[in-house]
Every structure is written in C-alpha cells, then in structure tokens.
Nanobody
C-alpha cells in the first residue's frame, strides 16, 4: 500500500520560513519524480516544485523561485520543501505527489502524478 504523508505546515508570519516533509511508504518512491503542489482557498491546485529521482533536475513555478528549495533523501523515502521569505500569497494546502512514470523528467502537470498525500496547511499572516 502506498502512502504519502506530509508534515511541517503551520501558521507563521510573513518573512518566516517553514520546511515541509513528505514521507513515502511503499515502493513507489523508488525511481519516482516527486512534486509539491498547493491549493489556496477558492483557487485551483497549482504546481510549486518538482525533483527528479536523481535530484539532478528541479523545476519551480516562477512565484517561488529563489525562495523555495525542493530536495529529497532517497535513503529516507522523503522529499522536502524548504520555504523561505513566506508571504500571505503562499497560504495554501500543500500536497506532495509521486510520479514513478517519469523519474528523470519531472513534470509540472498534476495529472501526471499518480500518488498524492493528504496535504498540510500553510498559513502566512501579514
């Protein structure tokens, strides 16, 4: 059984940092690209960042470039999202997702990810 469990969310002030973690159980993490997506109230889910199986390739949405960093520890079946200089616009539920079909070409399209976590809330106050 595959499970993705996010943690690390919370309520912080603008300018603060958070690190999200996503632990993946089951063999899906093996050679899977991993992604982070977010969904703000009243908005559609959007791509945030993704990383290839080898960590060689990373991609970010423009609004988080230079502030967020995605990384992974394959020995721990864990992917991270370090978020710095948070703004109220970053408030959302953050989801991690796994795409075992494209381990070396991580995608920004949510429909290409077959496995999802339940999400963790990030709230940034002004």
């Amino acid at each position: 059984q595959v499970q993705l469990v996010e943690s690390g969310g919370g309520l912080v002030q603008a300018g603060s940092s958070l690190r999200l973690s996503c632990v993946v159980s089951g063999r899906v993490f093996n050679r899977a690209a991993m992604g982070w997506f977010r969904q703000a109230p009243g908005k559609e889910r959007e791509f945030v960042a993704t990383i290839s199986w080898t960590s060689i390739t990373t991609r970010y949405t423009d609004s988080v470039k230079g502030r967020f960093t995605i990384s992974r520890d394959n020995a721990k079946n864990t992917v991270y999202l370090q978020m710095n200089v948070l703004t109220p616009e970053d408030t959302a539920v953050y989801y991690c997702a796994a795409d075992p079909a494209r381990p070396y070409s991580p995608s920004s399209y949510d429909y290409e990810y077959g496995y999802w976590g339940q999400g963790t809330q990030v709230t940034v106050s002004s």
